[in-house]
């Protein structure tokens, strides 16, 4: 997929699926449009102009107030406690726990007994 462009007047290009529909219900065709780069942003419509015109407002309605912002985080997090070093990197709730190792190793133990 391609980029967001920006414009030097200060737009930027977004990408819209554009597709019609036929609802088995009724017989009646709906369009649809979801912006790619948003796809919360979608609208609903009964012509394909009915529905850019939506999707045009509520994609302007949704970045008026909105920014994009970029955060640096650190490259390298490290995860310390005994249950890490051992290999356990997804232990959650037992993080300041040192009984869990054994809890889990005892979990490990039963479960290999069924193999």
Do not use: C
Not at 88 to 105: N, Q, V
């Amino acid at each position: 997929m391609e980029r967001t462009e920006q414009h030097s007047e200060g737009r930027a290009e977004v990408h819209v699926l554009v597709t019609e529909e036929t609802l088995d219900e009724q017989r009646q065709d709906i369009w649809r449009a979801v912006v790619f780069e948003m796809p919360h942003l979608v609208a609903e419509a009964e012509s394909r102009e009915e529905v850019l015109a939506s999707i045009q407002r509520i994609l302007n309605r949704s970045v008026r107030h909105a920014e994009v912002v970029t955060m640096s985080v650190p490259e390298h997090i490290e995860v310390g406690g005994p249950l890490a070093a051992s290999g356990y990197r997804h232990y959650g709730i037992f993080a300041g726990e040192p009984e869990a190792l054994k809890l889990f190793d005892e979990i490990e133990e039963e479960r290999n007994k069924h193999f």
